[in-house]
């Protein structure tokens, strides 16, 4: 978080420069015509563009902290000269909370939970209450303030008094306040929406403005990749009103929600949200089948209601089945593949949508109607069809025969691991590797990974899975990325264009794509060369999504693997994942090697033991031995186990 930079080695004017830099920006932001007209009560705001400088920077330091009360005397950042001052311009204009204002919102449990260890035995002991450890002091005292009754029968008159002395104790306690807070956190969430989700996982990741400041920060103080330049331009905004913004926010705080009860796995939690929400969820696609959606507006549907929504019932459909809800969790799947905008799922909702036919409500007749379903669904994707095909062929034996089938080229070596280490329910085993000399532990992949450079004799190589693949694709096509493309970049503060993770970018940059691809398959390879070399050159270090610039040690170990790997293969390999990035990236095998003496390439997916290869993974080896790109399995089996001993 920002409130975690350190700028010590900065000086006092390099900090001033960043939040002017960053209070001039939220000055824009709140003049923006799209936010006024978004965002009701937008207007709190305004006397942040009047109150003095260190004001201003005092509430962006707030405000990027926790919610919570702050002592005053322990409020000092650098930057602020007048601390006091500041402290009284912001409660001047309801920008922060005192606790010994009346209208401060506070409760109790918040004053008892402020006090210090001291303090509150000093408050047991004005009001006799037990003595113990903190949490068991807090718990006496509200069981006063619950038993005690009043001269005239009534319980009040011991929570004020206690209320009013640990106010006493406390002293002088701030707090941002939460209506102005709200509404940045609404401004931050409108201008800046690529900070919202992770796309690679389709989920959620802060709806606090306070995470989109802190990302902005952290650039401004060099502790994250600068940004890329790009055009900024949109016809359409995000959220077209202030409704849309509203119902998107509290759908996304219900995704929260459920994602809290899932990490405590409390089923009845998320089947309750379930039940709350499904019936309006029922109407909100029914109503998203009447809209006609543009093409160059698709991947602004990750930005809706009933998007997000769709991720949260999403998660519902294993809890459904957990607690046997069968025939519900069939319904509900039914519903999502109603759902265009979340095509990507299909594949997986088909599978799960059979099996749960097949094995638990034993509809067999169901069940081959949803595979074939599947089949020809054109948003399956090729390992769901895998999976589907072989399911399929399971339940019709002797009618259906698989199509989508291969089996990869097996590879069985040994690698020594530590005794035990694999022996416990679902842990791993940890391997013991060699380099110049030196001993390590790795993972099963870097194991293997040795294995290759040491006995197949491969120069250079990764553990990377996806990454030598997206990041050959950033540097060779960064300037289509980038390109000038309506309703994709909404600001400066974008490491991808919006819709980078949707089969729209290729379809919208089809052109520019097929230009470089063909580019990449028939220009002489000295050219190639020195293309790289510009692109190395121009953007190294600049942030882009999926690009790793630390992966290769220099432009000249680009050239080498490119060089093995050759330029029509690679062509065809980056083809194939451009056409939709967010599914292709999975799935991709573990290793890639190359030895530019002798000119080899070789793509390898490890499973240690109990590991098996996934549908997602076969269609990937497929394709690549399909256009040329050696690829195998290889199965890594623990040996000669013994316990590494410290000195």
Known sequence: MAEDIKSNSMSIEEDEGIIKKISSTIQELISKPDVRNTIASVERMDPYLIVSRDAQALFLRLYLRKRSWLRSSQVSYREVL?????????????????????????????????????????????????????????????????????????????????????????????????????????????????????????????????????????????????????????????????????????????????????????????????DANIDKFKDMIAAAEKVQVGDDEVHLEAFTEVYVTGRTMRQCIGVLRRLKRYTESVDLIRLLLRYKPMGHRHGEWWDVLSMTLSHHLKDEAGAVAALHQGLDDPRTTHGARYALDYRLAKLRPDSHFPTYTFEPHVVDIEVVAIEGSGSAANSRNVYIGHDGGETYLCTVEDGALHHYKTKRNFAEGFHCEGGIVSTLFGILFWDVIFADVDNVFYNPYQYCPLDYHSDRFYLRREDLINDRLKFLTETPAPEVDTFLETMWERNCGVGCTGLNWDLFSGVDQVKRCITCITQPKLALLLKEYVMNMRLKRSGLPDLSMWDAETKRFLMVEVKGPGDTIRYNQKSWMKFLVGIGIDAELCNVHPISSKRLTTS
């Open 82 to 274: 007048d601390t006091v001052g500041a402290i009284g311009e912001l409660v001047g204009c309801k920008y922060l909370y005192q606790l010994q204002h009346d209208a401060s919102p506070h409760t109790l449990p918040d004053l008892l939970n402020l006090l210090s260890l001291p303090e509150l035995k000093s408050l047991c002991k004005v009001f006799n209450v037990k003595l113990g450890n903190k949490s068991q002091m807090v718990l006496n005292v509200e069981k006063l303030c619950r038993n005690q009754k009043t001269l005239f029968g009534g319980r009040g008159g011991i929570r004020v008094r206690v209320e009013r002395k640990c106010v006493e104790l406390l002293g002088d306690m701030i707090r941002v306040s939460d209506a102005v807070a709200e509404v940045l956190d609404k401004i931050l969430v409108l201008s800046f929406p690529q900070y919202l989700f992770t796309y690679e996982e389709d989920s959620i990741t802060s709806i606090s403005g306070r995470g989109h400041l802190s990302r902005i920060l952290l650039s401004q103080f060099g502790l994250s990749k600068a940004y890329p330049t790009y055009k900024v331009r949109y016809g359409r905004p995000i959220f077209r009103t202030a409704l849309e913004l509203d119902n998107f926010l509290v759908a996304c705080q219900l995704e929260a929600q459920c994602w809290e009860e899932l990490d405590r796995k409390n089923w009845k939690g998320v089947i309750d949200l379930y």
